[in-house]
């Protein structure tokens, strides 16, 4: 199995749509290691085409007309080149629930082996697949990891069954790509004395060029990288929704995040340069992605998404009216940091689906965000 060479797009038979090795398959059943091209695969793993049927349910394959399924605890492993060490990567790929059991998927990247000296350790995460966002059956994944070693990464994607007995079952999952991320863009947040790091979004996970969902980040609890540079979400199982102007309506630039989760995801970022007693100013924009999100996740009418923001101990609350068709409002905390870091924050107070009755969740789209010392209120009304 080659190493594949790292590059901003898809892994090297991302999709599976090379033809395996017909001599290490037993029909739709991988048999052997390196059946699949460009990949080396552990335990009972099945060659999903397009249109396939499981009982009276098709199962969907996001890209292409090829997929791969992975079983109880089985693996999918890629050794990728050319990564520059102590830099940061995200891995988006496509996935699809096929059960009803309690499904996650662990990723982990290790260097590979060099017979030089002791490796640096594994970084593994875990993405829950319990929701489904999208009204399609799949929604892109991303996760972020630190190159390390001589540059050459060794990739695993595993199933994390729950108590389901079939071992058969499991996850679909298709679109592997990778992308190097940088910690700020030169996005004048130097020029604008910004205090937060990439406040504007752009810098994030790869997001496939045709693909109109988006792409999730999932909840990172101890991962060190965060496949959003400067920014975490705090969830126990739910995601945010990295989204591109090419597809939603984005208030400024190329990127915006989307909330599509409710209460039970929060959006945030530490900073530890505030210093104690002195004041500072946020600033955000809250928008509608004119995505049809204009109704409540049971279905009624809604007046319209509410978006909440925290700076410290400070807070506001932005209404969110568009009806579904694009648009946003500006928001603003001043505030006197209590404490060093300080903590922003952002969450949806309520829980959307698109007016389309498909099912597909939803919410209001935080972007262009600022956080900037300002003199203390006395001074402020000296100056005036």
Same mark, same amino acid.
């Given at each position: 199995?080659?190493? %594949? ?31 699949? =091209? ?9 060659? +999903? ?10 199962? !969907? &394959? ?6 791969? #399924? ?13 990564? /520059? ?6 891995? /988006? *790929? ?11 998927? =662990?990723? !982990? ?21 319990? !929701? ?13 990891? #630190? ?6 990464? =060794? ?5 994390? %069954? ?6 058969? %079952?499991?996850?679909? +999952? ?26 504007? *979004? ?37 995601? $945010?929704?990295? +989204? ?7 208030? #400024? ?17 530490? $900073? ?20 049809? %999100? ?23 609350? &932005?209404?969110?009216? *568009? ?12 505030? #006197? ?7 922003? +924050? *952002? ?12 099912? !597909? ?24």
């Amino acid at each position: 199995m080659p190493p %594949c060479s790292a590059r901003a797009g898809p892994l090297q038979n991302g999709n599976f749509e090379d033809p395996p090795d017909q001599s290490q398959m037993s029909g739709s059943v991988v048999a052997g290691e390196h059946a699949i =091209s460009g990949w080396k695969t552990s335990g009972h793993i099945e060659l +999903v085409c397009s249109g396939q049927k499981q009982g009276d349910m098709v199962l !969907t &394959v996001p890209d292409g007309a090829q997929a791969l #399924r992975l079983g109880a605890g089985a693996s999918i492993e890629q050794q990728i080149s050319g990564l /520059t060490e102590g830099s940061y990567y995200s891995l /988006t *790929f496509a996935a699809s629930r096929t059960c009803s059991q309690d499904e996650t998927l =662990s990723v !982990t990247a290790a260097p590979a082996p060099s017979g030089a000296g002791s490796p640096a350790p594994a970084q593994t995460g875990e993405l829950p697949m319990q !929701t489904v966002y999208t009204s399609i059956g799949w929604d892109s994944y991303s996760w972020a990891f #630190r190159a390390e070693g001589a540059g050459l990464m =060794s990739v695993v994607i595993t199933h994390n %069954c729950g108590q389901e007995e079939d071992p058969a %079952c499991g996850p679909i +999952v298709d679109a592997f790509a990778i992308k190097a991320l940088h910690d700020q863009l030169p996005d004048q947040a130097a020029a604008d004395n910004n205090m937060l790091h990439n406040g504007g *979004f752009e810098e994030g996970p790869y997001i496939p060029p045709g693909s109109p969902w988006g792409v999730l980040v999932p909840p990172v609890d101890e991962d060190p990288v965060s496949p959003l540079p400067g920014w975490k979400v705090m969830a126990y199982k739910k995601s $945010v929704r990295y +989204v591109d102007s090419a597809h939603f309506a984005v208030p #400024r630039g190329a990127r915006a995040v989307e909330l599509v989760s409710g209460v039970e995801a929060a959006l945030l970022q530490e $900073v530890d340069t505030t210093v104690e007693g002195s004041w500072y100013r946020l600033e955000f924009s809250a928008g509608d992605a004119a995505n049809g %999100c204009a109704s409540s996740s049971d279905g009624s009418s809604s007046s319209g998404m509410k978006l909440k923001a925290y700076a410290g101990t400070s807070e506001t609350t &932005v209404d969110i009216d *568009f009806r579904g068709a694009g648009g946003s409002n500006r928001g603003k905390i001043e505030f #006197r940091a209590a404490a060093s870091p300080t903590r922003v +924050v *952002f969450v949806s107070l309520g829980y959307h689906t698109k007016s389309d009755n498909s099912g !597909t969740l939803c919410g209001p789209v935080v972007d262009d965000v600022s956080l900037v010392p300002i003199p203390p209120p006395n001074a402020r009304r000296l100056l005036l």
